[in-house]
């Protein structure tokens, strides 16, 4: 089944290196979100595009934190200069449309680990 | 800004033990309700969901859950608990008014023994 498909699944990259986290969200889902989840948390949201605009962003954790979805569809998550606190699950969600009533459907998540 | 508190990080039963794992939040205007589930090695599943209406819903594998508004939670129960049901699980709201985010709990780690 096409589920919602993040690449890498495990990513290691030395402090001050820039990193990019791909996601492949169901087809035809509207909205796409990124959480941030640590080690023993629950998720954190980041951020939140309808398409290809990125209408919430307020998750995000500083200006190395940068998102987008150009065409719509696949969605990429980039961190530069990263630093250790950035190790950490993050996990690509979708749902079909806008509004209240659409539950999102999750990625197996890429876990990124700063070395 | 809304939060979600779990009680119980870690919880151990044995199979056929009834479960209870609390939740709860802190919002007063109109929220949307979930818990997700995570068995190991695998991504987050929607277990179920509340929007309106009977505040008691079920969800898949013989989950419910209730919601009391006026305790601000939404505990998830399970009458008797399977070892296929060891997983983390997590309580999320989402505000019924505006934005699309989901706010999590910290999660719950229940292991069954069997």
């Known amino acids: 089944g096409a589920g919602v498909s993040q690449s890498p699944r495990y990513k290691v990259a030395k402090r001050g290196q820039d990193v990019a986290l791909r996601c492949d969200p169901i087809?035809?889902?509207?909205?796409l979100f990124w959480y941030q989840q640590a080690l023993g948390q629950g998720p954190e949201f980041l951020t939140y595009f309808q398409n290809e605009a990125q209408l919430d962003k307020s998750g995000l954790p500083s200006d190395r934190f940068f998102a987008e979805r150009p065409e719509g569809s696949v969605s990429t998550l980039k961190i530069q200069r990263t630093q250790q606190e950035d190790s950490a699950v993050y996990l690509c969600?979708?749902?079909?449309?806008?509004?209240?009533?659409?539950?999102?459907?999750f990625g197996d998540g890429t876990r990124l680990s700063i070395l | 800004a809304q939060s979600v508190s779990q009680h119980n990080h870690h919880v151990i039963l044995s199979e056929a033990a009834s479960l209870e794992l609390g939740c709860n939040y802190s919002?007063?205007?109109?929220?949307?309700l979930f818990w997700y589930v995570q068995y190991p090695g695998q991504h987050l599943q929607l277990l179920l969901k509340?929007?309106?209406?009977?505040?008691l819903v079920k969800g898949i594998k013989g989950f419910e859950a209730e919601f009391i508004k006026s305790k601000f939670s939404f505990n998830l129960r399970k009458p008797s608990v399977q070892w296929s049901d060891t997983a983390e699980y997590f309580c999320?709201?989402?505000?019924?008014?505006?934005?699309?985010?989901?706010?999590f709990g910290g999660g719950t780690r229940l292991m069954v023994k069997p």
């Open positions: 969600a979708s749902s079909p449309r806008v509004g209240d009533h659409q539950p999102q459907h």
């Open positions: 087809s035809g889902h509207v909205s």
């Open positions: 919002y007063g205007g109109t929220v949307n």
């Open positions: 999320a709201v989402k505000l019924g008014n505006a934005g699309n985010m989901l706010t």
């Open positions: 509340y929007f309106s209406g009977d505040p």
